[in-house]
């Protein structure tokens, strides 16, 4: 959006924006929780109801301010939103552009609903996920060996110390980095569970679930299902599940950690997209090894996962490293 939120800084933004989005997600889950608080009368007269509902105001507030900052700049620019340098040609000028281009069918209010969307929706999903891949990788030499050498082969013409050298077109041709992506996000879904409203009746294992009732959607029950992911075991972390001559791919809704259908998450590309960058930048230039075991990742969850509890992950310069098992080749001791 071109606004810093101050996510690792105590800063004010972060008061207003990162704080009270982990509050608000905190209400939303204990709400979840408590059969009493679903009727949205009975809430909003609860203490928890009030305090969440003074949290969104909050929330709001920020981003209708990152919406009228970013279009003050617009007009003092003496310029059309078309017209903006390459610099300022973010997803929110876009959104911008759009609505200077159709006001009547995309509207301010489309705006401020688009990004309140994508400032929520990439809160720490991306960021969790990215840490559970690292450490499944830092874990499994044979992974990251395949990892590197599939870097090596498609950034042969890049220079390791310069990240800008990886583009999209490079980062398309990552497959094995998307398996690794995939098969993270299967044992670690970044959000694990999603409601839905039931439509018309539907019969699940003989069960009648009527229509108008919520359905509650367990991805990460969903993800480690034996009947699906049994070669190896569910728990496995197996990349390899998700190649092109797997049978996954003849079973559409056993993965779908962006959810499925008209209303699947609209930041899918762009996550995976981030995802690719971060990983390859790092695997291309550190040896990982895990110090923090799988089982010792401490997990919350607060709308989406969170990982709770330190992980530590050695980094070693490969570049370093080779140089020093050179070196140890060499030498006449042990």
Do not use: W
């Not at 991306?126 to 559970?132: D, E, R």
């Not at 009732?213 to 367990?218: D, F, G």
């Amino acid at each position: 959006m071109g606004a810093s939120v101050g996510a690792q800084l105590e800063t004010t933004n972060r008061e207003e924006y990162i704080e009270p989005i982990k509050e608000a997600t905190k209400l939303f889950v204990k709400r979840i929780m408590n059969p009493l608080h679903q009727n949205d009368l009975i809430y909003s007269l609860s203490a928890e109801g009030r305090k969440y509902a003074s949290t969104v105001k909050q929330i709001h507030r920020f981003v209708r301010q990152v919406i009228d900052e970013r279009k003050k700049e617009i007009q003092q620019s003496n310029c059309s939103v078309g017209q903006q340098n390459q610099d300022n040609n973010n997803f929110f000028t876009l959104l911008l552009r759009t609505h200077q281009q159709h006001p009547a069918e995309f509207t301010e209010e489309d705006i401020f609903g688009e990004v309140n969307t994508f400032m929520f929706a990439g809160h720490e999903t991306t960021s969790s996920s990215c840490v559970a891949a690292l450490l499944l990788i830092a874990g499994d030499n044979r992974v990251q060996e395949l990892l590197f050498n599939e870097l090596e082969e498609v950034l042969k013409d890049c220079d390791a110390s310069v990240g800008s050298d990886i583009t999209v077109e490079h980062l398309r041709r990552l497959q094995y980095l998307e398996m690794v992506i995939q098969e993270a996000m299967r044992l670690y879904s970044p959000i694990p569970l999603m409601v839905k409203k039931v439509q018309r009746d539907l019969v699940v294992n003989g069960y009648t679930v009527p229509a108008g009732c919520s359905a509650l959607v367990c991805f990460t029950l969903l993800h480690n299902d034996p009947g699906v992911f049994n070669h190896p075991s569910p728990h496995a972390f197996y990349p390899e599940r998700f190649s092109s001559e797997s049978e996954l791919h003849r079973m559409p809704y056993a993965f779908m950690p962006f959810s499925v259908g008209p209303r699947s998450c609209i930041g899918k590309s762009f996550s995976l997209l981030e995802m690719k960058l971060v990983l390859a930048a790092i695997i291309r230039r550190y040896h990982l090894t895990a110090i923090t075991r799988r089982d010792e990742m401490r997990l919350g969850f607060a709308a989406v996962l969170k990982v709770s509890s330190p992980v530590l992950i050695r980094f070693e310069d490969r570049q370093k490293r080779t140089t020093s098992v050179k070196s140890d080749a060499n030498s006449n001791t042990c």
